[in-house]
């Protein structure tokens, strides 16, 4: 496997990489993005273990997290959505990879804006991991003008976004939540699972971060879904 480490132009200033090569290329490539407030180094061990698999995998920091530029206080769901497309748009064009063959893997926040960013690029399939659902309201605000604690304790509105986008979305959806998540309430991500091309996976006793004995069941999911990646694929 060879690590590389590039910037990349997104929507508001330049996004810090890292692309995980693997040694016996299966075309396939997954984009990996992080929760709120955090980076790309949380994605590198699922990285590493996708790259292993032959998978090229491209880790992400959104804009005004980790080594991206921007105040993060400045951005919107949108702007970081803007964001995901740019780092599709790179791996299909810098990265050897097969049209049709580029997934997502998105942790909490990088989940949801991953899922809204489906209905901009071809995204072959969704790894999501107790993703939220924000009101549609919010997807234009910066995020100096309200806190996940207060939006995230709503019920999901009629017609949202995210939800309508997952509802004609016909390729393979896994959902991996937490059973006692504190940050994503369970009447946000029943809401995901309910949606027919829907796979989900309950982690019983985790809360919304992840504990050594919980990654590891978490990898296994991540497994499971990376040989779907390749041998579904493969047969088209």
Known sequence: ???????????KGELATTTYMPDDPTGVG???????????????????????????????????????????????????VE????????????????????????ISYGGYVGLLASD???????????????????????RREYSDTDVLQKHVDEGNNALNILSQYKKPVTLVTSGLDEVVPSSITDEIAIVPEVVEHTIEAAGHVLK???QKQ???ILASWAIGLTTYQSAE
């Open 83 to 106: 964001d995901v497309v740019s780092a599709y748009d790179y791996m299909k064009e810098q990265h050897p990879v097969d049209a049709g063959r580029i997934a997502l893997a998105g």
């Open 30 to 80: 997954v984009i990996m993005t992080h929760g709120f407030r955090s980076d790309r180094s949380r994605c590198a061990q699922s990285g590493r273990y996708l790259s292993s698999k032959g998978i090229l995998c491209l880790t992400v920091d959104l804009g005004g997290h980790g080594q991206s530029e921007g105040d993060l206080d400045d951005f919107s769901v949108n702007d970081h």
């Open 218 to 220: 978490y990898m296994s």
């Open 120 to 142: 901009k690029r071809d995204i072959s399939s969704l790894f999501l991991r107790a993703a939220p659902l924000y009101p549609n309201a919010y997807q234009d605000k910066p």
């Open 1 to 11: 496997m060879a690590k590389t480490k590039t910037r990349i132009e997104g929507v």
């Open 212 to 214: 050594p004995n919980e």
